[in-house]
């Protein structure tokens, strides 16, 4: 029997607006959807906070054999004027670090400014291990610069191309330079920023590296470039997120769970990380049992009222990229008896949907659909296009970040709590914006799980975790 084909009706999608960010001024009006021209308009947010960084801010220095001067070059090169030759619709002129951030630069006290062995690309080249002669090289000058941690804020660590065997392990083995070395910084209390000579001192647009190193630096000195400037006061933003660590046993493994906590303004505070042994595995996924959530929220609930006298949120929304498995419900409900609400969203990054957009009949756009489409699916399932066509960070022109491409939209699926999908929607598209470590207007994924994802792959590498809660900066 032939049935009669029937048109497939959606419902109509909406476009959000872009979040809005606030910076230094205290003139509630003084806002900017771009994170760096609202920097040049008003400065940073901490700026006249009073636990601001330091003033000038001391960089400590690792340095291939013969290239301290390049390393320092670099560093003054942050106090000149940059024009962009990239990226010119969005690029802003840079005009100075002490301009931008209202502090100065400069290097670190007696001791601090390390070369590392002159035969170590010899070394790296002959071993068959060339991550393992590179790491220990690294963690040995980051030992020596533990016991002058009072003369230093951040260490500037420059990597070669010359030593590129040594940044990752051989096959079968997930050995990364970058989190191995991260996490050994972390566990001493040391901000590191890793300078690649190709990506950094010989990039050809001098105004790109000097954004993307000025904002990275000054947040690692403990500063806050920007904030959410419409937040919901009151609500905590948590995200988790799992790396998986062998142990004694063959059978044996431990997941090492770490949740960090936003408040409204989107401002990360920082984070907790569990090790849970015995997890369950469903798929590829480890699922904590009742009693592990309830420790991973309970901690991170203490990290919220540490920083806000006291007060409980009203409000918590958790961000997960895998399902709430029943047990996990349980334990984050258990956490937090006396919320008003309490969401918890499964934020799906493959969903098989693309958008288009269609400028007439016939004639697609010739740029994706506008970043902030959302489109509901059901009463708790939304999609929502973090990724797109943004003029407001470009004059109004067009501008698609990622330069190709048809963007795919995340999945956001609700296993618990209440109200408009819109507004979840909203908070998470604001959220993308909250990645102090780059100066691109957003990122795919909400800050949530952006650093959840990197601090867990860093921290499963430490030798020893403690249960405490860790300044996020040490990670980024």
Not at 233 to 254: K, Q, S, V
Not at 357 to 366: F, V
Not at 397 to 419: F, N, Q, S
Request: hydrophobic share 40%.
């Amino acid at each position: 029997m032939n049935a009669e084909a029937k048109p497939y009706r959606l419902p109509g999608h909406i476009v959000l607006q872009e979040p809005r960010l606030r910076f230094g001024s205290k003139d509630q009006r003084d806002v900017d959807v771009h994170p760096m021209e609202g920097l040049l308009r008003f400065g940073p947010y901490s700026k006249d906070k009073l636990s601001a960084v330091s003033n000038p801010i001391r960089i400590g220095m690792i340095a291939p054999a013969g290239q301290t001067d390049r390393l320092v070059g670099q560093i003054r090169e942050l106090e000149q004027v940059h024009q962009p030759r990239e990226r010119k619709t969005y690029l802003p002129q840079y005009r100075g670090f002490e301009s931008i951030f209202g502090v100065r630069l400069t290097r670190g006290g007696t001791g601090t400014s390390i070369e590392l062995p002159a035969d170590l690309s010899d070394r790296i080249a002959a071993s068959p291990t060339p991550h393992i002669v590179l790491a220990e090289a690294l963690t040995q000058a980051l030992f020596a610069l533990r016991n002058l941690r009072d003369a230093f804020d951040v260490v500037v660590i420059l990597l070669t191309e010359e030593w590129k065997t040594g940044f990752r392990g051989p096959v079968g083995d997930d050995f990364d330079l970058h989190d191995y070395v991260k996490a050994y910084a972390a566990s001493e209390g040391i901000c590191v920023q890793f300078l690649r000579d190709v990506s950094a001192l010989d990039y050809f647009c001098r105004c790109s590296v000097a954004w993307r190193l000025g904002i990275a630096l000054y947040t690692k000195a403990g500063g806050v470039p920007w904030v959410l400037a419409d937040a919901d006061p009151g609500a905590a933003f948590i995200g988790i997120d799992y790396a998986l660590r062998a142990g004694d046993g063959r059978d044996t493994r431990f997941a090492i769970c770490c949740s960090q906590v936003f408040d409204a303004e989107g401002s990360g505070l920082e984070f907790v990380a569990y090790e849970a042994d015995g997890v369950k595995m469903f798929g590829k996924n480890p699922f904590l049992r009742r009693e592990q959530m309830l420790k991973v929220m309970t901690r991170s609930l203490a990290i919220y009222q540490r920083k806000h006298s006291g007060d409980p949120p009203k409000r918590i929304v958790v961000h997960k990229n895998t399902e709430f498995r029943d047990e996990e419900v349980e334990g984050v409900f258990d956490a937090f008896p006396n919320a008003d609400n309490i969401e918890l969203v499964h934020v799906q990054q493959s969903c098989g949907w693309r958008g288009i957009l269609i400028q007439k009949p016939q004639q697609p756009h010739g740029y994706p659909c506008r970043r902030g489409t959302t489109f509901q699916l059901g009463p708790h399932e939304a999609l929502l296009w973090t990724q797109g066509n943004l003029p407001e960070v470009a004059g109004g022109k067009d501008y698609y970040k990622e330069g190709k491409g048809t963007p795919e939209p995340l999945m956001l699926v609700r296993h618990a709590g209440l109200g408009p999908m819109d507004d979840l929607c909203r908070e998470t598209l604001a959220l993308t914006k909250m990645d102090w470590n780059n100066d691109g207007p957003y990122d795919r994924l909400p800050v949530t799980l952006n650093f959840a994802g990197t601090l867990a792959t860093i921290v499963k590498r430490m030798p020893k975790l403690e249960p405490h809660s860790y300044p996020v900066r040490l990670f980024m």
